[in-house]
């Protein structure tokens, strides 16, 4: 009786006890939701246009990241006690955008076209080996130390009817809306954007009409690559510059499953959803077990959605012939 | 000319349907085998016992067991550190609370109640496929590895949380904990493998084995033909964990000695399982041995030709290390995507042939 009243009802008595701790909870799982959604993005852009499900998303933030730290500060790549004059927050970002494009091709020529048609598990893997190499090259080049990032986003936090909320957040959530505007734009209105969901809905049928599948996936591992950058800025503005970040990705992947590999809508409903649920499980269950049950919740949740509907909130009907 | 099946009748249906049944097969498999088990041990060194054979030993196991899964049901599982990591708590369970228990029977009952554990998490396998099924498997090894670090009835409550694996015999040979002889331990592997091994092999040329395949082509072709999806995804988990158990019981008992949990079989080893089974070849039993074999050894090397051959630094090495692992990975699976085994299938298509290939 009393594991079900500490299970069952005790939680919600404290939820309805102090309402305004409840949703600041809650709108702080929302902000790391939207954090998530981030991450979850990338994941999804490149798996619409190409069936890949890129592992290295995550390493990909990381990089960016630390490419952006290294810019700013000045450091010489692979040279580490030397130092150069930094440069001013938005050159370095625009410059880092261009590295992650460049990146971008470099993976499409190396990677994805030798390896057209393959299997998606090998093609998995092979992000994996991406992965790797990523990570290796990065901290080669900008030292595997933790770094601080700062481009100027205002921190402090101030209250809203009892409810503390943190500027930092506020200002990751108007980024990310941003974000997912601007890609949206993208999307519809423009005559790439309209090439890419061609490609997402049918790569042969896009192939015949003369859309050019190697620039599509250029573009597409560019597009993810900002906003890994995106990503990586936020979440190492927040935690700092190491590698652990890489390990977002992981954090990412239910909101994933939960949203369906192919919606963009999907990976921000999911990010918010599983957000929420982590926190407010975290605070109000997490006690009962002592705690920690941020790493596998998130899961637990997406399967429990996954059960009821295999693909996804918005994921594509997955229809199968024999 | 050397290698050609001329010659070999096969007047017994049993002489049709071994496991070998070409004779130079057969024979090269016995000869490197008792060449592991009666050469091996006197020349080799305990660096060669504790760092190359026993850990390419128990992770063939564990690739043999992902391979079953993935390989030849056709289900992505991402949770095999999970499922080792469960194999090694039962160990440590059963040895320490029945301490007169033979380490043998205590492996497969590690390997037993991994497969419970599996077929739990197997479940979800009915409704979602592909990556879906694999990030839900990522939900066992994450929900498993905090649960035995929280806690403490699995660690006996001890408070440094690491499980240290008592001394135990196996016909009055000392086998487990620190006293025990290298080359006995890597006997005691050799052994387990090879049984296990056959035993894969057999369930998979079988009709259980064949159920699977049917399962891995399409699932709803080989459903409507007969098969019931359920119980033979559910079996073909419970199995893969059995071995993937065993593996981690054994990395405990005759490898590690003591490890902590969270750390040992963490989201790593599941994917160092996977990379051998995909680099060595998915749906192949001699895959799973080169593949655990390439992804032991390939640190290894790397990093004695770095740091003793070229004179970088650990860390610079360690750097390199990873640049070149991902690296080679993508170049095996460019070259050829159905692992190592496959180049050797195609060796031998072409030693069949020589000298006169038309």
Redesign the interface.
Known sequence: MNVLNAVFVAPFLDMADSPAFFFEVVIGGMMTGVMYSLVALGFVLIFKASSV?NFAQGVFALFAAMTLVGLMTGTVPFALDKALPGMPAFVAIVLTGVVMVGLAFLVER??LR??VN?????M???T??????????G??MWG?DVKLLDIGIPTGSFFFLDMMIQVFDLWAAGIAGVLVLSLAVFFQKTRTGRALRAVADDHQAALSVGIPLKSIWVIVWSVAGIVALVAGIMWGSKSGVQFSLSLIA?RA??V??LGG?TSVPGAIVGGLIIGVGEKVAEVYWGPL??G??E??FA??L??VF??FR???LFGEK?I??? | MIYRETGQFKPTYQSDSAVFPIAQDRWVVIAFVAFLAVVVPFFGSEYLFQAILVPVLIYSIAAIGLNLLTGYCGQLSLGTGGFMAVGAVACYKFSTAFPEMNLVVVLLLSGVVTAGVGLIFGVPSLRIKGFYLAVATLAAQFFLNWLFNKIAWFQNYTPSGTLTMPPREVFGVLITGAAAQPHHRYLFCLAMVVILALAATNIVRGPVGRAWMAIRDMDIAAELIGFRPFQTKLLAFSVSSFYVGIAGALALALWLGSVETAEAFDINQSFQVLFMVIIGGLGSMLGSFIGAAFIVLMPIVLTNVMVYGLGFEAVTAKHFEFIFFGGLIIFFLIVEPHGIARLWQIAKEKLRLWPFPH
């Open positions: 499900f190396v990677v030798p390896m393959q299997d998606h598990i090998i998995f893997m092979s994996i080996g991406i992965a790797f190499v990523l990570e290796g090259f901290d080669l595997s992981l992947l239910p994933l499953i590999f077990v002592n920690a049950i790493t596998w899961y637990v997406a399967l996954l059960l295999p693909q996804g997955i199968e012939r024999v």
